[in-house]
């Protein structure tokens, strides 16, 4: 059984950072594409970031967020930095198979086999 366990958000104020953290309990981060995606209130889920053979990112937060994974710790993360109030959004943690991150596809797919529940990051002004 796969579950995916979000944690690290908070509230920060502009230009800070935070670093996400995602569990994997269940599989090895590397044999996954392995991504992150938000949700702001009143709006759709988008994909931020996500990482197999290499790393992709939408372009609004590329230069501040970076896409990492720990096999040993079975883990994800996400750094945050320079966040911006518009970064303020629920972070699901999502896997899927490995086909699914060839030219960033799984981060425009909006639907994956895996989520987690989320975390949620607020950045003030």
């Known amino acids: 059984h796969v579950q995916l366990v979000e944690s690290g958000g908070g509230s920060v104020q502009a230009g800070g950072t935070l670093t996400l953290s995602c569990a994997t309990p269940g599989l090895t981060p590397s044999g996954y594409c392995m991504g992150w995606f938000r949700q702001a209130p009143g709006k759709e889920r988008e994909g931020v970031a996500a990482?197999?053979?290499?790393?992709y990112y939408t372009d609004s937060v590329k230069g501040r967020f970076t896409i990492s994974e720990d096999d040993a710790k079975k883990t994800l993360f996400l750094r945050m930095s320079n966040l911006r109030p518009e970064d303020t959004a629920e972070y699901y943690c999502a896997a899927d198979s490995p086909g699914y991150c060839a030219g960033g596809y799984f981060l425009s797919r909006n639907r994956t086999r895996f989520w987690g529940r989320g975390t949620q990051v607020t950045v003030s002004s």
């Open positions: 990482i197999f053979d290499r790393t």
